[in-house]
């Protein structure tokens, strides 16, 4: 099984693929390495634009408040086993 998101944003399960091991990974090596033009959702960002933001926010990215997390919850380890 694995998992997908469904058209109203909701989570739910598929059928494995079944695809050989061979298959899926020579499909993977084979696809097109160069961005795509945005998710879709928004417009695509230019390499300047996004080193106009980095160039930003780099003196305080890493600055910001965190809140703290008092609990990990009621389990006891972050395994779920």
Same mark, same amino acid.
């Given at each position: 099984?694995? $998992?997908?998101? *469904?058209?109203?944003? @909701?989570? +739910?399960?598929? =059928? &494995? !693929?079944?695809?050989?091991?061979?298959?899926?990974? /020579?499909?993977?090596?084979? $696809?097109?390495? *160069?961005?795509?033009? @945005?998710? +879709?959702?928004? =417009? &695509? !960002?230019?390499?300047?634009?996004?080193?106009?933001? /980095?160039?930003?926010v780099k003196g305080t990215?890493?600055?910001?408040?965190?809140?703290?997390?008092?609990?990990a919850g009621p389990v006891?380890?972050?395994?779920?086993?």
């Amino acid at each position: 099984m694995r $998992a997908i998101r *469904s058209a109203d944003g @909701g989570v +739910g399960r598929a =059928p &494995a !693929d079944g695809r050989p091991e061979e298959e899926i990974a /020579a499909g993977i090596t084979a $696809a097109d390495p *160069s961005p795509g033009p @945005g998710d +879709g959702d928004g =417009p &695509a !960002d230019a390499a300047t634009q996004f080193a106009a933001f /980095a160039t930003a926010v780099k003196g305080t990215w890493l600055c910001g408040e965190r809140a703290r997390v008092r609990s990990a919850g009621p389990v006891p380890s972050s395994r779920f086993a």
